[in-house]
């Protein structure tokens, strides 16, 4: 079995203890397995762990940066893992890039299996050598989980990957700590389906660089081009995305292989214009100082609530505030003096 | 002129100095001039006229909470501040209520006047006995904003008004902020507009308790026949209330008067039914929760950045980011530290 990055904690305990620094100049020499286990370090919650993914990232990071970061989504049964393992193969085999494939999925526990983890549905891809496959990083807080996978993404970077689709779950918030992480947003629809029943909100479409409709095959075909007018239309009337975009609406069959060379044609002009545009380096670097300060504000937060002692307090001041004897604001007062 | 809590502060320094309980007695009594200078103190950013404010408030919260907190929303133009005044006139006359109006308004500022600012669009009902009104403080934080008022509510209700109307200026998220603070979401929408081009958000028309369309009058009634059914459908496919409450679309004319009554039919509906389900207690106690934690949580962050030695680091951080040296996260870390 070809080493894609899952199920690979089991062999760490049999290495030999490997320091940091031996981990980041394997992973940069492009070692999958290397990368695996570094990312590894990044998702755990242990203290050490967190020290030593602290090095790795500070060796690799300045390797980083060199690739297009790509966000997929769309709701439960739009066709997401097919169009990935489709279009993922497509890249790899005709375009000759290195492709990971990452995942952002604040429900899913790796122990009952995430978005990715179900490898059978992407049986080719698991198994072409210039892929990296990692399952989301299990974790209860939305915050949590995309901070580790965005660190996933400077780690494949460093070690070589040139094309990063982040694929995320479709049906809540998600969508939004992708899109924070990435060049490009791709968002993949039914056709035949009211947007009300594909449970998108509109701010998601707003988001999207690029439509594509999915399952454009079978008896499927005149829905879809029916699908993608409408879509077209009512893109038109969304505000202009910073980057001076225009989002178009394609069409794409997973199944028969349709469509795909256009999507990737398409991902190329975009990456021409953010690049010529200057985009693409403002809006990472507006990208990390926004995480930046999330990061410090949900952190501040996090070891307050932590302390023992507050923790009592708020009990009681919680108590107060339902038998009305203090305002909430002089509670919070209260509570930080 | 009739005292209305408007440019009252140039009073304030003639008076003799009151300590905070003589302010909170004569408050309780229902003088609407000591209610218009507890205001002033929780308006004001000094340290020691917030003091003032907490006591005050301390001594008052026991006898607030008997009123019906109303928001009231819509687009600029769709009519709220002549909608407040033939409303809140008829419900002084008619219903025999006191009726205070406060604003929710972050980019106003007094000096430039506010929504609410402008008496002369409240000709009548700032002359009425029984009526406060308030325009919104001052302030460039939303969440600074609508914690004023927020408690200025509590202030209005120790004084004895029983249906206080807060208005929002409807373009942004001042609205989420009101619905926090209230036990009814009333939503004012034009006849013959799409609800795109009105700008309201279906987040916003999802938390409206009753939408009334506005201006139901001249040669507009036909149009508001139709707009009430076009969002009386609509309404239909929204998720139901927390409340378990039904949102109806009514209609009325500020102009000529009309509709006024039923909808104060309605909103007394409104109020047995969540007093009656136990809604009215819980969800207040919940909106006290949210906001008790929502100030911890600003008030934090909001002391850790005023540290002149974060700020320093803070500047170093980023450009260590912005140079690829440093992840956003290690570097947030590193700050806690």
Not at 70 to 76: A, E, K, Q, S
Not at 166 to 192: C, H, N, P, R, W
Not at 260 to 275: A, G, N, P, T
Request: include cysteine; proline fraction near 3%; charge should be positive.
């Amino acid at each position: 079995m070809t080493d894609t990055g899952i199920n690979t904690s089991f062999k760490r305990n049999k290495r030999p203890q490997e320091s940091p620094k031996e981990i980041a100049d394997k992973l940069l020499a492009g070692d999958r397995s290397a990368l695996s286990r570094a990312i590894t370090f990044v998702e755990s919650n242990k203290k050490t762990h967190q020290k030593v993914a602290s090095e790795i990232l500070k060796l690799c990071l300045p390797h980083s940066g060199k690739s297009l970061r790509i966000g997929i989504t769309g709701v439960p049964g739009v066709g997401k893992s097919t169009f990935i393992e489709a279009f993922g193969c497509k890249v790899v085999k005709n375009f000759n890039k290195k492709v990971a494939v990452l995942a952002v999925d604040p429900s899913s526990q790796k122990s009952k299996g995430s978005i990715l983890g179900d490898k059978t549905r992407m049986d080719e891809l698991v198994t072409l050598d210039n892929v990296f496959v990692r399952p989301s990083p299990a974790g209860s807080t939305l915050g949590g989980v995309a901070q580790k996978t965005r660190e996933a993404v400077f780690l494949c970077e460093a070690a070589g990957y040139e094309i990063i689709l982040i694929e995320t779950v479709g049906v809540g918030q998600s969508e939004t700590a992708v899109k924070s992480m990435v060049d490009y947003f791709l968002l993949l629809m039914l056709a035949g389906a009211g947007d009300e029943l594909q449970g998108i909100k509109r701010g998601i479409m707003e988001m999207a660089d690029t439509i594509v409709i999915t399952k454009a095959d079978g008896g499927n075909e005149n829905n879809a081009i029916k699908a993608k007018v409408s879509y077209q239309n009512a893109v038109h009337l969304f505000p202009p995305h910073e980057s001076n975009w225009i989002t178009r609406v394609l069409s794409s069959s997973s199944l028969e292989g349709r469509g795909l060379d256009r999507i990737w044609e398409e991902i190329e002009k975009y990456q021409d214009h953010i690049v010529s545009n200057g985009f693409m380096n403002e809006n990472r670097e507006k990208q990390s100082l926004n995480w930046f300060h999330e990061s410090v504000k949900s952190e501040l937060i996090g070891k307050f609530y932590d302390r023992p002692e507050v923790m009592q307090k708020i009990v009681e001041l919680e108590k107060a505030i339902k038998e009305n004897r203090i305002s909430s604001f002089a509670a919070a007062r209260e509570l930080l003096n």
